[in-house]
């Protein structure tokens, strides 16, 4: 029965969507391709913080590729074989995202918040650089 696999894939693609949905006003306002709104900014750096430790017990065992559950998913059949650094990449994202919220809470400060979003976006980027299937 497979019905877990896929609701476990499911569900952290939808969280991983999900903190990308928030996360994106954030770079863009980082980029300047958005106006800075402190208020928006501070909404989504605590909607970032909280979702940042949700996708990770979506990858039960059996649900990476070449798993034989034929659903597809971009999760690499190499991260089984390098847990512990996969872990090491969620708690670096987690760390970094929690600062964000700091960050972005304590003062108004644009500068800090586009240092920051600049090192909560590496942590997205180094895992998927190692974990994550470009097609
Ligand atoms: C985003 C997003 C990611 C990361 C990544 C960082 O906004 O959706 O997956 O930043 O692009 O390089």
Not at 3 to 24: H, P
Not at 84 to 105: M, P, R
Not at 117 to 123: H, I, L, P
Request: aromatic residues 8%; hydrophobic residues 35%.
């Amino acid at each position: 029965d497979g019905t877990k696999v896929e609701d476990a894939i499911k569900y952290r693609q939808s969280a991983l969507t999900t903190l990308a949905w928030n996360f994106g006003p954030l770079g863009a306002m980082a980029k300047g391709d958005m106006d800075y709104d402190a208020e928006e900014a501070a909404m989504r750096a605590k909607r970032v913080q909280e979702l940042a430790v949700m996708p990770w017990e979506g990858f039960i065992e059996g649900s990476l590729r070449n798993d034989g559950h034929g659903i597809e998913t971009a999760a690499l059949a190499k991260t089984g074989d390098n847990w512990d650094d996969f872990e090491k990449k969620q708690q670096d994202f987690e760390e970094e995202a929690t600062k964000l919220a700091e960050v972005v809470s304590n003062d108004d400060d644009f500068a800090a918040l586009r240092k920051q979003v600049a090192a909560t976006s590496k942590t997205c980027k180094n895992c998927h650089d190692e974990y994550r299937a470009e097609n």
